[in-house]
């Protein structure tokens, strides 16, 4: 678990992933999030969701990581106000 402010990035899995996973996070209140994910050198690889907004309570959203390489990435929830939380993810074909 990762918890950022108003944001609680509960799990991801499987983990480690191969074709698919899911990100299941909590937010306190309504929050306009962007949704990433990063290579181990910061870049950012895949984006998931950018400005979409989200209602207080659990969200659950499927990530079809079969484009992306074997190794270690973090996945990143950004919400409008700062608030962050991160969690490593890894990926074996």
């Given at each position: 678990?990762?918890?950022g402010g108003a944001i609680e990035l509960l799990s991801v899995g499987p983990n480690p992933a191969d074709q698919r996973t899911t990100l299941r996070f909590m937010l306190d209140n309504?929050?306009?999030v962007a949704i990433a994910v990063y290579d181990i050198s910061g870049a950012r690889v895949m984006e998931l969701?950018?400005?979409q907004q989200y209602q207080r309570g659990e969200t659950t959203v499927a990530l079809d990581?079969?484009?992306l390489?074997?190794?270690?990435?973090?996945v990143s929830i950004i919400s409008n106000r700062g608030e962050q939380a991160t969690q490593r993810l890894i990926i074996q074909h």
């Open positions: 678990r990762a918890r309504e929050r306009t969701a950018d400005g990581v079969s484009s390489s074997s190794g270690a990435y973090f």
